[in-house]
């Protein structure tokens, strides 16, 4: 099916699902949509979100895509549900594909999750991890400061690790062996975060699994484009086209060439009658 795939996020960490996804999915055109403009969505009220998410998935439906990848994990545990209900379309989110990797790959059934705060508090990794394996011992950890030592590109250094250290020892102490990278910005924070656990934890790239997953489904339902790729992938956020092609560069471990701003303000108001009527 030769129809591009759209993927949204709050801001640019979505790429890390980007960077995955070209490299499983070679031959499919990607639309991104970074809404850098209202970016942090993990410290928004669960109704703000479900809203966020609805009109972030309306932009990119206007390019008859084939799939929506919801590369926001906060996004992913608040709003899946809203967006399945209001879009005729496969629609695969950042959670379950992290949660099932994770229940798939711990020896001792203890496994963390850090994520945005918004993330945590609705304990969706937890829902989804107890759907594989039966276990009592999820630990999760909010991890608010990580979002912005990535996005200055700070993935290491004293500042980093102490930040790393304080969020993850009680991990540590509770001999987790498996951690669920639960923000799709913290893959860049890998190598660091190996270097605090001791390597004794095993990092789930929820971007990874993601990629993974949609390519399963792609196959599946014969969604999957058997030419090579014609257009170009494209990328638009509603602000900071400028920060967002310079971070997204260090993301994608690609040059950014082309990023666009919209105005999503016009695009709202041209649309509110669409999604006036979605159920938030």
Do not use: W
């Given at each position: 099916m030769n129809k591009p795939i759209g993927i949204f996020d709050s801001g640019i960490g979505g790429l890390t699902v980007v960077k995955e996804l070209k490299k499983q999915l070679p031959n499919e055109q990607l639309i991104y949509f970074g809404d850098t403009a209202r970016i942090p969505y993990g410290t928004k009220s669960k109704e703000l979100i479900r809203q966020f998410a609805i009109e972030d998935a309306q932009f990119?439906?206007?390019?008859?895509?084939?799939l929506l990848i919801v590369a926001c994990?906060?996004?992913?545990s608040l709003a899946i549900d809203t967006l399945r209900e209001h879009f005729p379309l496969?629609?695969?989110?950042?959670?379950?594909?992290?949660?099932?990797?994770?229940?798939q790959k711990s020896k001792n059934k203890r496994i963390?999750?850090?994520g945005t705060p918004s993330t945590i508090n609705s304990g969706a990794y937890a829902v989804e991890i107890?759907?594989?394996?039966?276990?009592?011992?999820?630990?999760?950890?909010?991890?608010?400061?990580?979002?912005?030592?990535?996005?200055?590109g700070w993935l290491d250094g004293e500042i980093t690790r102490l930040t790393l250290e304080k969020y993850l020892t009680n991990l540590i102490n509770k001999n987790v062996?498996?951690?669920i990278l639960g923000c799709t910005h913290y893959p860049l924070l890998k190598d660091s975060i190996e270097q605090v656990t001791q390597g004794k934890?095993?990092?789930v790239d929820s971007g990874l699994e993601t990629a993974k997953t949609v390519k399963e489904i792609m196959l599946k339902e014969n969604f999957a484009n058997r030419d090579r790729k014609k257009d170009n992938d494209l990328y638009f956020v509603s602000d900071n086209p400028q920060k967002f092609q310079k971070i997204g560069s260090m993301f994608l471990g690609e040059?950014?060439?082309?990023?666009r701003r919209i105005d999503f303000e016009k695009f709202l108001m041209e649309n509110s009658e669409t999604l006036k009527n979605a159920p938030i």
């Open positions: 990119l439906m206007q390019f008859d895509i084939k994990n906060t996004a992913s496969p629609i695969v989110g950042v959670v379950k594909p992290g949660a099932r990797a994770a229940a963390g999750v850090i107890r759907k594989q394996i039966k276990t009592e011992h999820i630990y999760s950890q909010a991890c608010p400061l990580l979002v912005p030592l990535v996005e200055e062996d498996t951690l934890m095993t990092l040059k950014l060439s082309d990023v």
